[in-house]
């Protein structure tokens, strides 16, 4: 959990930034709306490099184990961040700026793309029989305990900053990575790698490719928790990131709305993601993912109807809502049912595949499309939220058809 939070925070770091900084500095020279979608296309970048992180890990984690490979993801998400809050921006080195900043979202996506299969895998392959809902969210806590961090440092640095936070001030949270980044690498360099996937490399029965044994003999599964990513990042991205700009649109630029709202929403995720983790071992991985996938819409549309009203205490309860209670039910049991759906030999390649292909499928493109999406509804929400019923439809599918896990022993 701690591992995975400093690797969440550095990466929802970027999002934060990229709502709220990389406009003005990165992209100047253009108008609101194609600064805003150019803003989103780098954050979409870090998307698009997660599948190439879950190839290259899945093949190290299935043959060497699961240890090694977080080291070095946190490693490399910690150098990429860091460099980030040392960027020069636009107005200091032209064109090259938003180049290098591409540069190193792409490092964070490949580092986002090997970290969670490690962790999920590593949590759920420990975990007591009954009990893996729950161990497996502890992973995920990550996420919520990530963006706490992240908005919560931003928060507090553009509070405190004021006026000089464009100029120099944004900077600190990236830098801050380091002194994080420091307290991971002593704990994962303390982690074990489960017996079960010991005991079947001391057998030298590790598989020589599993990203192609995966997808020769496991495709259906593939495909299948693919689906499974679809509607929940999308959610969470739409609420948590692209939440940030469209709220600048009624609460004004300097409001910290949304930065609240997303707050309250990671504190709550750090109680709602375990229960709903728990309650997947009690009553089985595709009831909460079920009920997830067909409200989402419901979250969504209150999300927006609270943003047009102007009230602040409906935006909080909006998204709390639609974070906590929605995307949650999806989230909390989501490392247990992925690993549970793949044997030990392609487990960290099975699970990661379908985990970062629904992840840039979806949730890397989700404020990019929310933009242009806006623009042309004349400013209006509904065509993001047809947008976003189409891929809960397919969640919503995947999670039928998935086969029920939660009493199965791990293969």
């Known amino acids: 959990m701690i591992g995975t939070t400093i690797e969440w925070y550095d990466f929802y770091l ?26 989103f296309g780098t954050y979409a970048v870090g998307f698009g490099a997660r599948p190439l992180g879950a190839v290259i890990s899945g093949h190290l984690g299935d043959r060497v184990g699961r240890k090694a490979v977080l080291v070095g993801a946190l490693l490399l998400m910690g150098i990429a961040t860091t460099a980030i809050g040392v960027l020069p921006t636009y107005a200091q080195a032209g064109i090259a700026a938003p180049a290098l900043l591409v540069v190193l979202r792409l490092l964070q996506g490949l ?16 975990a007591t029989p009954g009990r893996r809902g729950l161990f497996g969210s502890f992973t995920q806590l990550g996420s919520s305990a990530g963006m706490l961090l992240a908005t919560g440092v931003y928060y507090l640095v553009r509070t405190v900053a004021g006026e000089a936070f464009l100029s120099w001030a944004w900077r600190v ?32 029965e590790t598989a020589r490719l599993p990203v192609v044994e995966v997808l020769r003999t496991q495709p259906r599964n593939v495909a299948l928790t693919t689906g499974l990513r679809l509607s929940q990042i999308a959610l969470f991205v739409l609420l948590t990131t692209y939440s940030l700009t469209y709220l600048q ?9 949304g930065l609240v709202a997303v707050m309250v929403a990671s504190a709550v995720g750090l109680v709602s993601t375990p229960l709903w983790g728990y309650l997947s071992d009690r009553f089985g991985r595709r009831p909460p993912y079920l009920f997830g996938s067909a ?3 419901v979250a969504l549309v209150l999300f927006f109807l ?95 058809f998935a086969r029920e896990t939660n009493r199965e022993g791990l293969a």
Request: net charge neutral; aromatic share 12%.
């Open 111 to 126: 580092a986002v793309g090997a970290e969670w299969g490690g962790a999920a895998l590593l949590s759920v392959e420990h």
């Open 306 to 400: 609270a943003a047009d009203s102007g009230s602040a205490v409906a935006v909080v309860l909006a998204i709390v809502f639609g974070v906590n209670v929605v995307h949650d039910a999806m989230y909390g049991p989501q490392a247990a049912w992925f690993g549970e759906l793949f044997d030990t030999r392609v487990r960290y390649s099975g699970a990661s595949l379908g985990y970062q292909i629904g992840a840039v499928l979806s949730g890397g493109f989700a404020p990019l499309f929310a933009a242009a999406l806006l623009a042309a509804g004349d400013g209006k929400p509904w065509l993001i939220v047809a947008y976003f019923a189409g891929l809960a439809v397919l969640t919503f599918a995947s999670a039928w």
């Open 173 to 204: 949270p990236f830098l801050l990575s380091l002194v994080l980044v420091a307290v991971g690498l002593v704990i994962r360099l303390r982690l074990t790698d489960a017996p079960v996937f010991a005991e079947l490399r001391a057998r030298g």
């Open 14 to 39: 970027y999002a934060t930034a990229t709502a709220l900084v990389f406009k003005p500095l990165f992209f100047p020279n253009v108008s609101s709306t194609a600064g805003t979608l150019a803003a």
């Open 249 to 257: 649109t009624t609460f004004g630029k300097d409001s910290s709305v």
């Open 295 to 297: 409200a989402g819409i």
